[in-house]
């Protein structure tokens, strides 16, 4: 079965600053890779994703995450945060078609960006 | 499209009543999720159809919770009778195994139970 850690469920990052959030995944067959946003009130929006092909993808918003097979990460980069990041961000595994297009989210972060 | 259509968006409803949830997923979409959100447990995969019909509902917390999808537009979660520790906020996801950008799921608004 596959699992997925965040690692910190808060983060704070001042306007301007590097946001890093991180995922560790364990998963028996090669993975799909996810990462959501949730706003306040709202449900959760596709950031980006790995499913084949090139390590480095970069989603919406300035977001781009690195899939690290070694390290079992896919962590999630921002070079400048903005206010409006403020949100909890998600990070997902699914094994493929397979398994019927199921996620398993990670426990969440929720971005807090200071002025 | 619409995208994924939830309602009621707010429910308020008091211990021992029947609850049902709506949803429409986006059209022609094959698969169809029901997630629960709470602060204690996060986001916890409850069922989830394919073509309809039920493929895995080893999510759904008991007998109290039940879920159909009579067409490939509409599904319901019930929950009879409810209690205190069901308020949550309950999503609906929707995805097409049909191509890219398969295996993405695209999440409604949710509805927001309170139980009394």
């Known amino acids: 079965a596959q699992s997925v850690t965040q690692l910190g469920s808060h983060v704070s990052v001042s306007e301007g600053a590097l946001v890093l959030l991180r995922c560790n995944y364990s998963s028996s067959v090669p993975p799909y890779l996810f990462w959501y946003v949730q706003y306040p009130n709202q449900g959760l929006q596709l950031l980006l994703k790995y499913t084949t092909g090139a390590t480095l993808v970069k989603g919406i918003n300035g977001f781009e995450a690195e899939f690290k097979k070694s390290e079992t990460s896919f962590h999630l980069t921002k070079p400048s945060a903005h206010m409006s990041d403020a949100a909890e961000y998600f990070c997902?595994?699914?094994?493929?078609?397979?398994?019927?297009?199921?996620?398993?989210f990670g426990g969440g972060t929720r971005v807090l960006v200071k002025p | 499209d619409a995208g994924v259509i939830q309602s009621p968006r707010h429910e308020v409803t008091e211990m021992g009543q029947e609850v049902t949830l709506r949803c429409k997923p986006i059209?022609?979409?094959?698969?169809l999720f029901w997630y629960r959100q709470t602060m204690m447990r996060g986001l916890e995969l409850l069922i989830y159809?394919?073509?309809?019909?039920?493929?895995?509902d080893s999510g759904m917390p008991e007998d109290r919770f039940s879920a159909k999808m009579p067409n490939a537009s509409f599904s319901t979660l019930k929950i009879q009778p409810s209690e205190p520790r069901d308020s949550a906020v309950y999503f609906c996801?929707?995805?097409?195994?049909?191509?890219?950008?398969?295996?993405?799921?695209?999440f409604g608004p949710g509805t927001r139970l309170t139980v009394l």
């Open positions: 059209s022609g979409h094959d698969y």
């Open positions: 997902a595994v699914s094994v493929g078609k397979a398994a019927g297009n199921k996620l398993t």
């Open positions: 996801a929707s995805s097409s195994s049909a191509g890219p950008p398969y295996n993405e799921q695209f």
């Open positions: 159809f394919n073509n309809n019909v039920p493929i895995d």
